[in-house]
């Protein structure tokens, strides 16, 4: 006769097997929740480099403190895209974060108190090339908040 407190040992297997599909589809859909953020994060930097390269003669030659920043910008957003392509993806985050957050910060003050010689901009909201802009920073910073959060949480 057996008794009461031996354990089953098919239902021992098929609990560790159910535990095991259980750890692979989160690992899966973690994965691809990481894959996808990368993804965002690096077409957001790209269209950063976009917007700015194709605002860049005209800001060397009316400001060119601004157009070497957008300089400065494009270089360090390649080097984050580059990190994260890289594994080295805590660095590109954090590189890719805080040149979003400087650029809004420089736009938004460009637009609302304006920067030394860039007078002209202040209340421009609607330049088509600074929505872009703005556009493409706020999802890579997004991106970058998710996707630390999510690795400290881990």
Same mark, same amino acid.
């Given at each position: 006769m057996e008794s009461a407190t031996t354990p089953n040992v098919s239902q021992s297997s098929s609990t560790s097997i159910s535990n095991n599909k &259980?750890?692979?589809?989160n690992d899966? &859909?973690?994965? &691809?929740s990481k894959l996808l953020?990368?993804?965002i994060g690096i077409i957001g930097l790209l269209a950063i480099i976009y917007v700015h390269f194709?605002?860049?003669p005209g800001k060397i030659a009316e400001?060119?403190?601004l157009g070497y920043g957008y300089i400065l910008?494009?270089?360090? &957003?390649?080097?984050a895209a580059g990190l994260l392509l890289f594994k080295r993806?805590?660095?590109?985050?954090?590189?890719a974060g805080v040149l979003s957050l400087g650029a809004i910060v420089v736009y938004a003050i460009n637009r609302t108190v304006g920067l030394p010689m860039a007078m002209d901009d202040i209340g421009n909201w609607t330049e088509p090339l600074g929505v872009y802009s703005m556009l493409a920073e706020a999802v890579t910073l997004g991106a970058s908040a998710w996707a630390l959060?999510?690795?400290s949480s881990n």
């Open positions: &259980s750890a692979s589809n899966s &859909s973690r994965q &691809s953020t990368k993804a194709l605002d860049l400001t060119p403190y910008l494009m270089l360090g &957003s390649v080097i993806e805590r660095q590109g985050w954090l590189l959060s999510r690795k």
